[in-house]
């Protein structure tokens, strides 16, 4: 073999995709679950004097964090969900508005279930023995995601039910990945207003399941194998979101897991859409180079 063709034939093998290799803050290749924690509507302007949430601050305290996380444009939800689980922005998976129930625009790459490739087809082709579950309260979830790939797909009729249902899921299957939407303070900040005490009231809610899912995985021995991170959507201003205030824009970013160096507060652009890269970071995925998304856990 010539040295020409060796070189055409290194750039072929190499330019269909994105190794997650040269990690700089994952200690160890332990980490076999990820539990991805979305709480609709929870803006980054949130975490002031006024938040009682002690177990996110414990979370951003023993991790990694930003506050200045950008959502993508418009600042509402099938949006921003389907970029986060995505790895890419709308003009790439097709999903633009905020109840889309189907691409309005053609995926750039078409994949299960006639839908742009998410972290969970990533799971499914690089991790085929693992269990994948997504659970969430609002309906519209359910239209962002590889059904026919998962484990388990549940709809859940409050946020309890939602919690009670996921943490059934992560104690009895040991998924690789769990993503687990709540609808709150989203309900709360539409029909009361943010950053109103009926708001906070909802965000201290929040809280609590967080701190309900760290202390099961630890009471499960299952916390020194995970890694947890919480964000979301969107923001929001008065009864509402949508548009491009930095109060709709930026949201909490926040990592904890014992198998990730603790960083603190990042000062990095971190974008909703780097959330899937960082998971598929997290379990030592490739990522597929028609993702935008970067891993937030390099120091590039």
């Known amino acids: 073999m010539s040295n020409y063709t060796y070189l055409l034939l290194s750039v072929f093998i190499f330019s269909g995709c994105t190794s ?21 509507g929870f803006g980054a302007y949130a975490f ?47 999903f633009t508005e905020w109840g889309s129930k189907q691409p309005e625009l053609p995926p750039r790459v078409n994949g299960t279930d006639s839908i742009y490739p998410s972290i969970i ?8 023995n693992e269990k994948k579950g997504v659970v969430y309260t609002w309906s519209g979830i359910g239209y962002l995601f590889e059904k026919s790939l998962v484990d388990l797909n549940y709809n859940g009729k409050s946020d309890n039910d939602t919690l009670d249902k996921a943490l059934e899921f992560i104690v ?12 709150e303070p989203d309900i709360t900040g539409h029909d009361r207003g943010h950053d109103t005490e009926a708001y906070y009231k909802a965000i201290q809610t929040i809280d ?22 919480f964000s979301s959507d969107h923001g929001g201003i008065g009864k509402t979101h ?10 909490p970013w926040i990592i904890f897991s014992p198998n990730v160096s603790p ?11 780097d959330t899937a890269s960082t998971i598929a970071d997290l379990l030592n995925l490739t990522i597929p180079n028609y993702w935008r998304g970067k891993s937030v856990l390099k120091n590039n």
């Open 121 to 128: 087809s990533l799971i499914n082709e690089q991790l085929p």
């Open 263 to 273: 960083k603190g507060a990042l000062n990095k652009s971190i974008v909703t859409y």
């Open 20 to 40: 997650s290799n040269n990690k700089s803050y994952i200690e160890n290749n332990s980490i076999k679950h990820v539990i991805l924690i979305g709480s609709d």
């Open 172 to 183: 009895s299957e040991k998924p690789a990945f769990t993503f687990i939407h709540f609808d």
């Open 208 to 229: 609590s399941h967080v701190g309900t899912i760290v202390n099961t995985l630890s009471k499960e021995n299952m916390l020194k194998h995970s890694a947890i991170i």
């Open 48 to 94: 002031n004097n006024k938040a009682n949430i002690p177990n996110i601050r414990e979370m951003m305290l023993k991790g990694s964090y930003s506050l200045k996380a950008r959502a993508v444009f418009p600042t509402s939800s099938a949006v921003n969900w389907a970029s986060m689980i995505m790895g890419s922005g709308p003009e790439l998976h097709g």
């Open 242 to 251: 949508g548009g491009k205030t930095l109060l709709e824009t930026e949201i």
